[in-house]
């Protein structure tokens, strides 16, 4: 699969660990890679109406948070920054950014926060400002829509086949996810088969090899919404993880006025009406940042 719907692999997983390198090179040097000094005063509300743009740091090429489409960067994260700086008035600016070095880069100055489903990890709470939780990230299985009715929750996987991504979050969580089968039921999968790729994964399950597929919430919404009547989601396989919008730490300010929006689209069903556009679901959002202590 492309990177249009997967980046859970090495390329987003390797991003905690090289982006911390490259945010220690850059805040150790007098000047950020921008030119700007490294101490530069926290972004105000003031200063983007000034501005008259707000400029988000995005990867285009993650489906349906924020991809390119004839050339125009859309998706669930575009529409949603839109209403979310409404009321300062100022034009949103996309800037597609190599999701590796994006931490970096926020902290370059080259935009003014992170979407496109910014996860929260411990590592990276530790070094960036975070809003309250916008999108779901945790961990679902994709089944085979005539099993939909049969396999309704992670119990009913007992005896039969997992299909997990080598490397992926599936890979990582499957051990403890036998664990829980086994206490809840006494008895764990059959086999749980790895693949080099979730296509591949996604071609067993059509074809009867496998009956589960462990993915991203997100990732498996666009899965169904390609192949419609072929495979259906069950919910609750994963501990439950978001992500936010991120800032840099010092930008309180901005923080406190992201928290207020989202907590404002929340109420009035603005957020869950662009989550049922984008992903035809809507998503269970915490209302705080995951603690990590």
Not at 50 to 77: L, N, S
Not at 138 to 159: C, H, N, P, W, Y
Not at 227 to 256: E, F, S
């Amino acid at each position: 699969m492309s990177r249009t719907h997967l980046r859970d692999g090495v390329t987003r997983r390797r991003f905690v660990g090289l982006s911390g390198l490259l945010l220690a090179a850059a805040t150790a040097l007098p000047l950020t890679l921008a030119g700007a000094p490294a101490s530069a005063q926290p972004l105000t509300l003031d200063a983007i109406k000034k501005a008259g743009v707000v400029r988000v740091g995005v990867e285009a090429a993650y489906r349906p948070f924020t991809f390119r489409d004839k050339g125009e960067i859309v998706g669930y994260d575009v529409d949603l920054a839109k209403e979310i700086f409404a009321p300062l008035g100022v034009k949103v600016d996309f800037v597609d950014t190599a999701w590796a070095g994006v931490i970096p880069a926020l902290y370059a100055g080259n935009f003014d926060c992170i979407m496109t489903s910014l996860t929260y990890t411990k590592e990276r709470v530790a070094k960036v400002g975070y809003s309250i939780p916008y999108t779901e990230a945790t961990q679902e299985m994709l089944v085979r829509a005539a099993d939909a009715g049969k396999i309704k929750t992670l119990d009913d996987m007992s005896g039969k086949i997992l299909a997990v991504k080598l490397g992926s979050a599936g890979d990582t969580m499957k051990a403890k996810l036998e664990e829980k089968l086994k206490a809840a039921t006494g008895k764990g999968f059959s086999e749980v088969k790895t693949y080099d790729d979730h296509p591949a994964a996604y071609l067993a399950l059509a074809q009867g090899s496998v009956d589960g597929v462990i993915n991203s919430l997100a990732t498996l919404t666009q899965v169904v919404k390609d192949a419609p009547g072929k495979y259906a989601i069950v919910r609750d396989i994963g501990p439950r993880n978001w992500a936010g919008i991120g800032t840099r730490k010092d930008d309180t300010q901005l923080i406190a006025f992201l928290n207020e929006r989202i907590e404002a689209l929340k109420a009035n069903g603005d957020l869950y009406k662009l989550q049922e556009k984008w992903f035809g679901t809507r998503m269970q959002l915490s209302d705080k940042i995951p603690d990590f202590s």
